[in-house]
């Protein structure tokens, strides 16, 4: 079940939590993409040993049993991996809303407090949505919530991806294409995201 249907199943909009409840969500949808994180990456291991194994192998009736494995595993991770996505969206959209009524409480108006059943409908179908992407749900749920270029950039920044995290984005697809070697890559990575960090202090 998604956040929004959730809540919403408590006859409460998503928009009529305080700060404090949404901070409550927020950690918990944490801890849910953490522990899919981890899954992903335990199926990875296990996927890598069955390909090793099979590898080593000679007999065809066990390489079949192999490969059935790993096409379950790979099945499992694509769901895990989507689900994982839909994890990160409805935290992105709990610390909008978030960030938003905590502004309005100091007196900072950086977007709107309430959201219409139209609204809500929207974002939970991109929430669902697997061809929206994470980007793409990020620019539309800021429409939403009329987050333009006067929010508060600094608070934002914690709660989507960033110039400084699209470097380590980037430098891991180096990696995949063998054009930066492993023993390079972090050094390489830490020092673009702290560049950009320090660019972002100017």
């Known amino acids: 079940m998604a956040l929004i249907d959730k809540i ?15 901070r409550k969500e ?16 335990t199926l990875a291991e296990q996927k890598q040993r069955i390909f090793q194994t099979g590898a080593a192998q000679k007999s065809t009736e066990l ?18 991996g989507r689900e994982l996505t839909l994890r990160s969206k409805e935290l992105m959209t709990v610390s909008r809303l978030r960030l938003v009524k905590e502004g309005n409480e100091k007196g900072r108006a950086l977007g709107r407090l309430k959201l219409t059943n139209k609204d809500v409908a929207r974002i939970s179908g991109w929430i669902e949505d697997d061809t929206v992407s994470q980007e793409m749900y990020h620019d539309r749920l800021d429409a939403v ?48 995201v702290r560049g950009r960090h320090a660019e972002g202090q100017k």
Do not use: P
């Open 145 to 192: 919530l009329s987050l333009g270029a006067d929010a508060d950039r600094d608070a934002l920044a914690n709660t989507s991806l960033n110039q400084a995290g699209q470097e380590l984005l980037n430098m891991w697809e180096q990696m995949d294409r063998g054009k930066v070697k492993k023993e390079e890559a972090f050094t390489k990575a830490d020092a673009a």
């Open 26 to 41: 927020e950690i918990l949808i944490s801890k849910q993409r953490d522990r899919l994180m981890k899954k992903i990456e």
């Open 63 to 80: 390489r079949t049993a192999l490969a059935q494995d790993f096409e379950l595993k790979t099945q499992e991770q694509v769901m895990t």
């Open 8 to 22: 919403l199943g408590r006859n409460r909009s998503l928009s009529d939590l305080s700060a404090g409840e949404l």
